[in-house]
């Protein structure tokens, strides 16, 4: 049997054996097998790494999309929250509402009827006002008719009179020439004044243009004058400064 080379025991120099080549062998075997292990487990902690970092980064974005998440579930349950006193509120403004409604159509309906009240008094006053103006037209006319009637029953009266006393013209003529001459020596007068009211003037009065009646027919003259002293045309008279002169032209106490 031959021996096997790697198996004899190598001779140093130093003279001493040194270690068996089988030894050697295997040592070199289990060094390279460890370097292939160690390779392995560095790819492998590569990938390791790898994958923790993934995992890192998966659970930093599942942070922040459970942060909104949470973030819109705490608003929902802030919401949810509120609802009743959100509700509440809502309900109140719809009562105010409601009243503030029910308020308008009061008001409406008491401007109606204030409107036809108004629309009533206004028709009334101008009812009032067209009765008014009728009243006053018609007054207007009894006043016109009763001047005329009085001025008719004036003019009859007159006529009457003058039937009765055909001479009065001619005596009224020659009365209102006696009384126009007898009032400018009236004021053109010095001697026995008294003074008297005759239109708002003191007017002086002497005795020596005082009258004397001539006769009966005198005397008759003056009481037709005197009957007609508060009508229209009436003489004045003149007097002498008697307590009985009131300067009208006529004596009150009918006295010649």
């Given at each position: ?239 002498s400064s008697t307590p009985d002169w009131t300067g009208a032209g006529f004596d009150v106490d009918g006295r010649t």
């Open positions: 049997m031959g021996s096997n080379p790697s198996f004899v025991p190598e001779i140093g120099s130093d003279g001493l054996p040194r270690q068996s080549s089988v030894i050697t062998y295997t040592e070199q075997i289990i060094e390279a097998e460890q370097l292939q292990l160690k390779k392995y487990i560095q790819e492998n902690y590569t990938k390791i790494r790898d994958v923790e970092r993934e995992l890192a980064n998966l659970g930093l974005e599942m942070k922040l999309t459970s942060g909104p998440k949470k973030a819109v579930k705490c608003e929902m349950t802030l919401l949810l929250s509120y609802m009743p006193c959100l509700l509440q509120a809502l309900e109140h403004m719809r009562k105010k509402i409601e009243a503030s409604t029910e308020k308008i159509r009061v008001a409406k309906i008491q401007e109606e009827q204030a409107r036809k009240v108004w629309e009533s008094a206004s028709k009334t006053v101008q009812e009032e006002e067209a009765i008014k103006q009728k009243l006053c037209e018609d007054l207007s006319k009894l006043v016109e008719e009763s001047n005329n009637s009085q001025l008719s029953r004036l003019e009859d009266l007159k006529r009457r009179l003058e039937a009765m006393n055909p001479n009065r013209s001619s005596t009224s003529l020659h009365s209102d020439g006696r009384s126009s001459s007898l009032d400018s020596a009236i004021q053109g007068g010095s001697a026995g004044n008294v003074p008297y009211q005759n239109n708002g003037l003191k007017v002086p009065v002497t005795n020596e243009h005082k009258p004397q009646p001539p006769s009966e027919e005198g005397r008759n003259k003056k009481k037709v004058n005197y009957q007609r002293g508060k009508g229209i045309g009436a003489v004045p008279k003149t007097r």
